[in-house]
């Protein structure tokens, strides 16, 4: 019997930090064990194994937005650092194991310099997933612009208070 080939979902959002440099947002990306500082409904984030930033680190996420697979009531994933740019200012990394239905999955977040005198920058979260049974990839891409949405400005606030401690 021949097996179905199935074409991976691939998606991407970006927001403009209009008050951040790329180089204040740098490290908060980098941040990996500390996702849940920024990330909106995701409950709990620690780092399992490695060092924090260090590609083959695996942290643990519970308490998103997208659906289990039914038999638990928190989502969870457990997902490994791939690779870390610091002169491109992006990081990409993967689900190893998950309860929210993702076969695969492989993401990478950058963050670019605008060029405005201002001195803002743009994120950009790109993702590549098998198909999620019951989830559409619009409705998926949907909830990734609203999460990258609320990430982007706790991230401006984090920032903004961060400027005034030191300020002070």
């Known amino acids: 019997m021949e097996q179905e080939l199935v074409q991976r979902w691939k998606g991407k959002v970006s927001i403009k930090l209009k008050n ?36 083959g680190c695996i942290r643990y996420c519970a308490g998103f937005s997208l659906p289990s697979d039914g038999f638990q009531e928190v989502s969870w994933s457990k997902e490994r650092l791939v690779a870390v740019d610091d002169v491109e200012q992006c990081l990409t ?3 190893v194991d998950c ?13 670019i310099g605008d060029g405005d005198a201002d ?5 950009e979260w790109l993702f590549a997933v098998d ?8 409705d998926l891409v949907g909830k990734y612009r609203v999460g990258l949405q609320v990430m982007a400005r706790k991230m401006e ?12």
């Open 119 to 123: 001195g803002g920058c743009v994120i």
């Open 93 to 95: 990394y993967e689900i």
């Open 20 to 55: 951040t440099t790329e180089h204040q947002a740098w490290p908060l990306i980098k941040d990996f064990f500390n996702l849940h500082k920024r990330f909106p409904n995701l409950a709990t984030c620690y780092g399992i194994h490695g060092s924090n930033g260090e590609p």
């Open 157 to 168: 606030e984090e920032i903004a208070t961060s400027v005034q401690r030191n300020e002070m």
């Open 131 to 138: 198909p999620v049974e019951g989830l559409g990839l619009e």
């Open 99 to 111: 309860n929210i239905g993702f076969r695969w999955y492989e993401s990478t977040m950058r963050i």
